[in-house]
């Protein structure tokens, strides 16, 4: 229970209280399970309230659910992201746009742009059961996505979270929480999370890709990044599945 208490206290702003920090090696492994209880809370949130209320209000109530259980923890990195990769000339002056906690145009204009478009995909998608399954999916395949970035990108630095990450995580333990946030994923959305999957795999390619060449790896605040745009990208798909094919369950 360690690993799992971890990681929601790890993602989270819901109280946990435990004795001493669990390792990130043992919390990893469950951060796609964690991501999936998030979504599951949002999913609830979006379809109670489309009972009562345009979709468009229940969207946005949602996302702002999602933003007040996990404190916009993935939302800060990938502002922090924004302005360094934007607004940084060289590596080093990367490093510390990274390292400063204001955020420059860069970064609220990424805030801005990821919030309104969760908001408008989610009001967008055609059923309350795709509405659903969709929120799940793609906050499990988020933080499914940032898992084997950490297996395969390098760190940018010798220190910190993406460095901790890299050098000790255990393969397989790893490996089964990828596969825990795919089977979350299928079991919510069917034989989308096909498409699904790819659109998140080319997401985080992309990601990470832009990470390396701007400053050589990971750090915490790209596998923030990494998460958002995952996440966008795969509501955006299941909008235009939604449109065409009906959630097997729903």
């Given at each position: 229970?360690?690993g799992?208490?971890?990681?929601?206290?790890?993602?989270?702003?819901?109280?946990?209280?435990?004795?001493?920090?669990?390792?990130?090696?043992?919390?990893?492994?469950?951060?796609?399970?964690?991501?999936?209880?998030?979504?599951?809370?949002v999913?609830?949130v979006?379809?109670?309230?489309?009972?009562?209320?345009?979709p468009?209000?229940?969207?946005?109530t949602?996302?702002?659910?999602?933003?007040?259980?996990?404190?916009?923890?993935?939302?800060?990195?990938?502002?922090?992201?924004?302005?360094?990769?934007?607004?940084?000339?060289?590596?080093?002056?990367?490093?510390?746009?990274?390292?400063?906690?204001?955020?420059?145009?860069?970064?609220?204009a990424?805030?801005?742009?990821?919030?309104v478009l969760?908001?408008v995909?989610g009001?967008?998608?055609?059923t309350?059961?795709?509405?659903?399954?969709?929120?799940v999916?793609?906050h499990?395949?988020?933080r499914?996505?940032?898992?084997?970035?950490?297996?395969?990108?390098?760190?940018?630095?010798?220190?910190?979270?993406?460095?901790?990450?890299a050098?000790?995580l255990p393969?397989?333990?790893?490996?089964?929480?990828?596969?825990?946030?795919?089977a979350?994923a299928?079991?919510?959305?069917?034989?989308?999370?096909?498409?699904?999957?790819g659109?998140?795999?080319?997401?985080?390619?992309?990601?990470?890709?832009?990470a390396?060449?701007?400053?050589?790896?990971?750090?915490?605040?790209?596998?923030?990044?990494?998460?958002?745009?995952?996440?966008?990208?795969?509501?955006?798909?299941?909008?235009?599945?939604?449109?065409?094919?009906?959630?097997?369950?729903?």
């Amino acid at each position: 229970m360690t690993g799992v208490l971890g990681a929601i206290q790890f993602l989270t702003r819901i109280p946990i209280r435990m004795g001493a920090a669990a390792p990130h090696q043992r919390i990893v492994p469950w951060f796609p399970f964690v991501g999936a209880l998030i979504g599951v809370g949002v999913g609830a949130v979006a379809v109670g309230l489309a009972e009562l209320v345009p979709p468009s209000v229940a969207a946005t109530t949602a996302v702002i659910a999602g933003l007040m259980i996990t404190g916009a923890f993935h939302e800060d990195g990938l502002a922090d992201v924004a302005d360094a990769f934007g607004g940084g000339a060289t590596r080093e002056r990367r490093f510390e746009i990274l390292k400063d906690s204001r955020h420059g145009t860069y970064g609220v204009a990424a805030l801005c742009a990821s919030i309104v478009l969760r908001v408008v995909a989610g009001a967008s998608i055609a059923t309350q059961a795709a509405m659903f399954a969709g929120f799940v999916a793609a906050h499990a395949l988020g933080r499914t996505a940032a898992v084997p970035a950490m297996l395969v990108v390098p760190p940018a630095t010798d220190a910190g979270l993406g460095a901790d990450h890299a050098r000790r995580l255990p393969i397989a333990s790893t490996l089964l929480g990828v596969g825990s946030g795919l089977a979350i994923a299928t079991l919510a959305t069917g034989w989308w999370v096909l498409w699904l999957v790819g659109v998140a795999t080319v997401a985080t390619s992309a990601t990470c890709l832009l990470a390396v060449r701007k400053i050589g790896g990971l750090v915490g605040d790209v596998l923030g990044a990494v998460e958002q745009v995952v996440e966008c990208t795969v509501l955006v798909t299941i909008t235009a599945l939604s449109t065409r094919y009906g959630v097997w369950w729903g």
